[in-house]
């Protein structure tokens, strides 16, 4: 058995590290082919990271709740396929300088076809494991095509089935017209003022709590709105007596229906949904010196 490392992959530009939030493997666990090894949080998407060999958890390096960087090893496997290609390195020293010659001659022409193949990348939307990537240089998949597949694993992710069978019945699929689109360049953030923080002091019996993943985002994201633009709080009186009638009169048959309780809370998400319709600069971002106003609404 040889030791593979594990590699954090790409998950998209602007994204150079996730937080490990639970390891699915233990270590001593059996690991297949694109099997899910790990899973990983980041400030644009949760995702799980599958094994490109089959081999068994040797180490983990990479703890739950830490930090893991993009390209690096988070774990290291035991495997079977290393030291298959380390024998099949030692039998070509032992061979003649002629055969030496030929197979540095064909491992050039092996780079030069490498270099000349598309590049399959993940992005936002699409993230697609090791192993996937290798069938479509292997089977010649462009980008394109790859990002028209859709996929059947976890949240629409390509699996290595997915691949293959599109692979199979390529040439019965009807040709499709890639329209590409031009994104305009965002708009760089001005970089806000350093703020020095008043030094807090930490009495006996205190209790010092470190934050999690969630709630550092979060904290992050509310100095980042204070700091961009002011904010402004308004109240407004809404007489709610005919809704309050209304959830009274039909809340019982509502519950026997569905098995749950009827709240208020979806009428006021459809009340602040018809709101921003109707106001819709509501709906916007500062960004610099410029007002993005979104096109869709996002109750979140």
Do not use: C
């Amino acid at each position: 058995m040889s030791d593979y490392k594990l590699i954090l992959p790409s998950m998209g530009e602007g994204v150079m590290e996730a937080t490990v939030t639970n390891w699915i493997k233990n270590i001593g666990d059996s690991i297949s082919e694109d099997e899910s090894v790990v899973e990983i949080a980041t400030d644009k998407v949760d995702s799980d990271v599958p094994s490109p060999v089959a081999g068994v958890l040797k180490e983990i390096l990479v703890p739950v709740d830490k930090i893991a960087k993009v390209g690096e090893p988070i774990a290291i496997l035991s495997v079977d396929r290393v030291v298959e290609q380390a024998d099949s390195v030692e039998e070509v020293d032992t061979n003649s300088d002629q055969e030496i010659a030929d197979a540095a001659k064909s491992i050039e022409a092996e780079v030069a076809t490498i270099k000349t193949e598309t590049l399959i990348t993940s992005s936002d939307d699409k993230f697609y494991s090791p192993l996937v990537k290798s069938i479509a240089k292997e089977e010649g998949v462009s980008q394109a095509e790859l990002d028209q597949i859709l996929g059947s694993g976890k949240d629409g992710r390509v699996t290595k089935d997915d691949i293959l069978d599109f692979v199979k019945n390529r040439g019965n699929q009807p040709a499709k017209t890639v329209v590409t689109t031009s994104v305009a360049a965002p708009v760089a953030q001005p970089q806000a003022p350093q703020v020095q923080s008043a030094p807090i002091s930490v009495g006996e019996g205190d209790e010092i709590i470190e934050m999690d993943r969630m709630r550092k985002i979060i904290a992050q994201n509310m100095l980042q709105a204070k700091q961009i633009a002011p904010h402004v709080t308004s109240f407004v009186e809404v007489d709610m007596t005919n809704i309050v009638l209304w959830r009274d009169k039909n809340k019982n048959e509502f519950q026997k229906k569905h098995g749950e309780k009827i709240t208020f809370m979806p009428i006021f998400i459809e009340a602040v949904a018809k709101a921003i319709q109707d106001f819709p600069m509501i709906n916007a971002s500062v960004v610099g010196d410029k007002i993005i106003k979104k096109k869709n609404i996002n109750i979140g």
